[in-house]
């Protein structure tokens, strides 16, 4: 599955913007994602992530309660909306997509996924 992410650009402290991970190429469906970030001379950080159904979903520590990861499978889309932004958000984020066999798996590591978008770059103003 190819994916693009899209969305990213430059805001203000405190505000928002919404990620898109459009993909194509095979079935959206069984493909469990999440949302990654880096930043400059950073690891690759985990965000978020949901199951191939959007029944659950997973953010980490750091994001939890400002951003919120969302799918819509018929339209073979994600989204990761991220409210209250703060500097330390200023990173490129990532769309990753991995498939599974499982309805209810979620996934957190890099290194299990497989299939990656190319980053939108998110830079929060202070």
């Known amino acids: 599955v190819q994916l693009q992410a899209y969305g990213g650009g430059l805001v203000q402290a405190g505000g928002s913007l919404r990620l898109s991970c459009a993909a194509s190429?095979?079935?959206?469906?069984?493909?469990?994602m999440g949302w990654f970030r880096q930043a400059p001379g950073k690891e690759r950080e985990f965000v978020a992530a949901?199951?191939?159904?959007?029944?659950?979903?997973y953010c980490a520590h750091s994001v939890k309660g400002r951003f919120t990861i969302s799918r819509e499978n018929a339209k073979a889309t994600m989204f990761l909306q991220m409210n209250s932004l703060k500097p330390e958000d200023t990173a490129v984020y990532y769309c990753?997509?991995?498939?599974?066999?499982?309805?209810?798996?979620?996934?957190?590591?890099?290194?299990?996924?497989?299939?990656w978008g190319q980053g939108t770059q998110v830079t929060v103003s202070s």
């Open positions: 190429g095979r079935t959206f469906n069984n493909y469990a």
């Open positions: 990753a997509a991995v498939f599974t066999r499982n309805w209810n798996s979620y996934y957190y590591r890099p290194d299990d996924y497989n299939n």
């Open positions: 949901i199951t191939w159904t959007g029944s659950t979903t």
